[in-house]
């Protein structure tokens, strides 16, 4: 039986391979389907240079439980403590401040308890602390959150920050802002002004404003894929990237505009394709020419070697497009027990130089 039609009799969706997967040109005959699976899990091997096989368990776990104690509620050595004197087993994760494993408890648990209600912890995984960890935000900067609802990074920045200085908590869509909103009052954030728009208007408004700039781009959302789930792969198709590329490029240009000389610009997803990731970083460093791009620091701390593993570099060609080569400084995150797929670059605007 040919291959395709042993596909057919398993049922499901057939999808024509267009755009990065072309029909493999080694037969004569009828052109070949795949189903949406097979499309994803070639694509992931591909990307992340696994085998096929590889794939569909690393996209079959669930990420560790983890917490950042929040030190705008309270002491943390008191937070700690009271976690601890209610049973959570804790393991201090040293890169991110305040920030624990818990092994004993999900999500959905935590969720549950008084203490997460008074704002005293936040749930949150690792990979969505590394770009603030990366932005370093201080006590008196002015910090642009260019797409931040629901607010799991605006809290972090605000936490960094000792409720000092200024952030601007922007995003697009409105039902998100109100839970936006709603995570800045539960979590005692002080120094954040809500704006509801199109980020990619912000640079023209506000341009060379703001000491640091995080965007957290809209994106395809493959490091989110759980394949253990009814029908994951719903939202995901190779539409779906190119017009997030599109909207990704827009804001970059934004960002990076409305950062003051000196000013450093986090761009991070939680996808793993190339032209999402890569391509728009190089789109930026193509039109702005002085922009710098600058490893992610402390990924090469003795702090950070146990999750070293599950990081690799920026791809410099893929699928027949090449990239800046610089963009092998960015980091890519490589789904696994500890972190969530994720993708994050650093870019330094320069000071302007004295005449
Ligand atoms: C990855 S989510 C942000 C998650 C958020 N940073 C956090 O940590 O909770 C991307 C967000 O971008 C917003 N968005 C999409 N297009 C936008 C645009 N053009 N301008 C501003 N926000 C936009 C979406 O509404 C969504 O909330």
Same mark, same amino acid.
């Given at each position: 039986?040919?291959?395709?039609?042993? /596909?057919?009799?398993?049922?499901?969706?057939?999808?024509?391979?267009?755009?990065?997967?072309?029909?493999?040109?080694?037969?004569?005959?009828?052109?070949?389907?795949?189903?949406?699976?097979?499309?994803?899990?070639?694509?992931? %091997?591909?990307?992340?240079?696994?085998? =096929?096989? =590889?794939?569909?368990?690393?996209?079959?776990?669930?990420?560790?439980?983890?917490?950042?104690?929040?030190?705008?509620?309270?002491?943390?050595?008191?937070?700690?403590? /009271?976690?601890?004197?209610?049973?959570?087993?804790?393991?201090?994760?040293?890169?991110?401040?305040?920030?624990?494993?818990?092994?004993? *408890?999900?999500?959905?648990?935590?969720?549950?308890?008084?203490?997460?209600? *008074?704002?005293?912890?936040?749930?949150?995984?690792?990979?969505?602390?590394?770009?603030?960890?990366?932005?370093?935000?201080?006590?008196?900067?002015?910090?642009?959150?260019?797409?931040?609802?629901?607010?799991?990074?605006?809290?972090?920045? %605000?936490?960094?920050?000792?409720?000092?200085?200024?952030?601007?908590?922007?995003?697009?869509?409105?039902?998100?802002? @109100?839970?936006?909103?709603?995570?800045?009052?539960?979590?005692?954030? =002080?120094?954040?002004?809500?704006?509801?728009?199109?980020?990619?208007?912000?640079?023209?408004?506000?341009?060379?404003?703001?000491? @640091?700039?995080?965007?957290?781009?809209?994106?395809?959302?493959?490091? !989110?894929?759980?394949?253990?789930?009814?029908?994951?792969?719903?939202?995901?198709?190779?539409? @779906?990237?190119?017009?997030?590329? @599109?909207?990704? *490029?827009?804001?970059?240009?934004? %960002?990076?505009?409305?950062?003051?000389?000196?000013?450093? !610009?986090?761009?991070?997803?939680?996808?793993?394709?190339?032209?999402?990731?890569?391509?728009?970083?190089?789109?930026? !460093?193509?039109?702005?020419?002085?922009?710098?791009?600058?490893?992610?620091?402390?990924?090469?701390?003795?702090?950070?070697?146990?999750? /070293?593993?599950?990081?690799?570099?920026?791809?410099?060609?893929?699928?027949?497009?090449?990239?800046?080569?610089?963009?092998?400084?960015?980091?890519?995150?490589?789904?696994?027990?500890?972190?969530?797929?994720?993708?994050?670059?650093?870019?330094? =605007?320069?000071?302007? *130089?004295?005449?």
């Amino acid at each position: 039986m040919k291959k395709s039609n042993k /596909r057919k009799e398993k049922g499901g969706k057939r999808h024509k391979v267009r755009s990065n997967f072309k029909r493999s040109r080694d037969q004569q005959g009828p052109a070949k389907f795949y189903t949406k699976d097979d499309i994803f899990i070639s694509r992931m %091997a591909s990307i992340l240079r696994m085998p =096929k096989g =590889k794939i569909k368990g690393m996209f079959s776990q669930r990420a560790v439980t983890t917490i950042r104690l929040n030190p705008l509620a309270s002491n943390v050595n008191k937070i700690y403590k /009271r976690l601890d004197d209610k049973g959570l087993d804790m393991k201090k994760v040293d890169w991110s401040p305040n920030t624990f494993i818990v092994s004993n *408890k999900d999500k959905s648990e935590l969720g549950k308890t008084e203490e997460y209600e *008074k704002g005293l912890f936040y749930i949150q995984n690792l990979s969505s602390m590394l770009p603030v960890v990366a932005l370093d935000p201080k006590p008196g900067e002015i910090v642009l959150d260019m797409c931040a609802a629901p607010g799991s990074k605006t809290t972090f920045i %605000a936490a960094e920050m000792e409720n000092q200085g200024e952030i601007v908590a922007n995003d697009e869509n409105f039902s998100r802002i @109100k839970s936006l909103e709603q995570v800045i009052s539960q979590f005692h954030v =002080k120094n954040t002004k809500v704006r509801i728009g199109d980020g990619s208007t912000i640079g023209k408004s506000q341009p060379n404003y703001y000491d @640091k700039v995080l965007l957290d781009a809209p994106c395809s959302g493959e490091g !989110l894929i759980y394949l253990r789930t009814p029908k994951p792969l719903r939202f995901w198709n190779i539409k @779906k990237i190119k017009i997030m590329e @599109k909207v990704q *490029k827009k804001l970059i240009v934004s %960002a990076y505009d409305s950062l003051k000389p000196g000013g450093i !610009l986090i761009y991070s997803t939680c996808t793993l394709e190339p032209d999402e990731n890569e391509g728009v970083v190089s789109y930026l !460093l193509d039109k702005f020419k002085d922009a710098k791009l600058e490893d992610i620091g402390f990924i090469k701390d003795e702090k950070f070697e146990e999750y /070293r593993p599950f990081v690799t570099n920026g791809i410099t060609k893929w699928s027949g497009n090449e990239y800046n080569p610089i963009t092998k400084k960015s980091t890519r995150i490589i789904p696994g027990k500890h972190m969530q797929g994720f993708y994050i670059a650093k870019i330094v =605007k320069p000071l302007i *130089k004295e005449a």
